[in-house]
């Protein structure tokens, strides 16, 4: 009964240092509004590896103002386990980040904790150096 109440509270992993790390990045420029993912791999001892879950951002919403319910769970192997609720018009629906796959491959190869795909501004201007030309 333990693990099983683990799972009903994934959303408890995104809380970090008493706030959201989406409006942390943001406040940061690692992330911009609706632009780029956040992902968090829930570590958890009490939990085999392979059962452990991810949370996802949703594409197209500001990242700044997202709430721990606004975030997809994901098993390992890339099934939604949980879905954020639509809200109310003028927003869209919650879509997943066509990147999902591409994150959990990195989290599967390096062991990662965390994958942010970035559009800040200071990610964007670093890939236009060419430090090929002198």
């Known amino acids: 009964k333990e693990k099983a109440s683990k799972w009903q ?3 408890q992993h995104w809380q970090f240092n008493g ?3 989406a409006a942390k990045f943001y406040s940061q420029g690692w992330v911009s509004g609706t632009g780029g993912s956040i992902t968090i791999k829930a570590h958890d001892d009490t939990i085999p590896k392979r059962q452990q879950f991810i949370l996802l951002s949703p594409s ?3 990242k700044e ?8 769970v994901l098993a390992t192997n890339g ?3 949980s879905s954020p609720s639509p809200k109310p018009y003028p927003h869209k629906p919650p879509k997943c980040s066509d990147c999902a796959p591409l994150f959990l491959t990195a989290y599967d190869m390096r062991s990662a904790g965390s994958v942010i795909h970035s559009h800040g501004i200071k990610s964007c201007l670093v890939t236009m150096i060419n430090l090929l030309n002198d």
């Open 79 to 81: 099934s939604i386990l």
């Open 19 to 21: 706030g959201l790390p």
């Open 65 to 72: 103002r997202m709430e721990p319910e606004d975030m997809y």
């Open 60 to 62: 197209g919403v500001q």
């Open 9 to 11: 509270q994934p959303h």
